[in-house]
């Protein structure tokens, strides 16, 4: 059996096995019932799963979108999701569970007075331990405006980060696979993309001079298989734009580790994207403490977690206790 073909059947079982799916190849109630963090009578937070889209796309296919009957919890109006989360990105997601709690959290968000704290595991990583990414970001392509870049004269985007934990060393199994026939400057054993395919926008003005940062070539990073330095970061976005927290790391010459896009990850048989919504904190109640949630670390990054020296408890802090689930507060 081929390396590429092995690498494909390896991604799509641990697809399938984080999905958790029935006999019918779809998530089942129980299992997106298991994923609530947090519920009470206006919202509910739960830990979407890496590789489930939110929404349903022009590709069909399933989504968190076709679960959201199984968390009526007795109202009559199934929840909506009241902000995005890339269908790659694990972990915290609010939903509204009527008309009225879901102004109100469009509200918060709009303001930006809504915490958010993702965990990121980087290739290298900033040589501080805290800091400001200030790049404004605008689409790539007027054909496809999920696809970002840095851009002088695109809209606003911050993002504060912090260092957690730091390795020199590149954990088993390895970050990108073998390299193939074409060696450093080739195409890499699980991929026929050219190492040149990384988006040129990728090399960016960085804010403050006219220096600019390009991420490692992919081909090179593949050739690593020890000694690759990780770096565990909290990241919190204070503007929310599309993809904001993947094009800033990137920008900065530390791509997010299993970011086939604006990172260094094969299409097939990578590690999976290494972002995880791990916290969130929603002032709702204007009486009562902001409500506090944090999701558990997903499977596929705590090998690269411990490696930059992180001790795991996924300690789950609701912020309140369940409620009947039938009143509209």
């Not at 997106?32 to 947090?38: E, K, N």
């Amino acid at each position: 059996m081929s390396g590429f073909v092995s690498a494909m059947m390896s991604s799509t079982r641990l697809l399938l096995c984080s999905l958790s799916l029935d006999s019918r190849g779809i998530m089942n109630a129980e299992e997106i019932v298991s994923r609530l963090l947090y519920r009470d009578a206006l919202v509910l937070v739960i830990d979407k799963p890496a590789g489930l889209p939110v929404h349903p796309g022009p590709k069909g296919g399933e989504t968190l979108f076709h679960h959201l009957d199984a968390l009526r919890f007795g109202l009559p109006r199934r929840p909506e999701v009241a902000h995005r989360l890339d269908k790659d990105t694990s972990g915290c997601i609010v939903l509204g569970r009527h008309a009225k709690a879901l102004a109100r959290l469009g509200d918060l968000f709009k303001r930006n007075e809504i915490d958010k704290v993702y965990w990121a595991v980087v290739e290298g990583g900033p040589e501080a331990d805290e800091g400001e990414i200030d790049l404004p970001l605008a689409p790539k392509s007027p054909d496809r405006g999920w696809w970002m870049k840095v851009d002088p004269k695109g809209q606003p985007s911050l993002t504060k980060w912090r260092v957690l934990g730091r390795s020199t060393d590149n954990p088993s199994p390895p970050l990108w696979g073998r390299v193939g026939e074409g060696g450093v400057n080739g195409p890499t054993g699980y991929d026929d993309r050219p190492v040149g395919a990384i988006p040129p926008s990728l090399t960016l003005p960085h804010k403050g001079g006219g220096d600019t940062v390009t991420p490692p070539r992919a081909g090179l990073l593949a050739s690593l298989g020890e000694g690759k330095h990780l770096t565990l970061l909290e990241l919190r976005p204070i503007t929310g734009r599309t993809h904001q927290l993947r094009v800033h790391c990137s920008a900065s010459g530390w791509p997010i580790i299993g970011d086939t896009i604006y990172g260094t990850a094969p299409r097939f048989g990578g590690p999976g994207l290494h972002l995880h919504a791990r916290a969130i904190t929603v002032p709702l109640y204007p009486k009562k403490p902001p409500i506090t949630v944090e999701a558990p670390v997903p499977e596929h990054m705590k090998e690269r977690i411990r490696a930059c020296g992180m001790t795991l408890d996924n300690t789950v802090i609701p912020d309140g206790k369940a409620d009947p689930g039938s009143s509209e507060g």
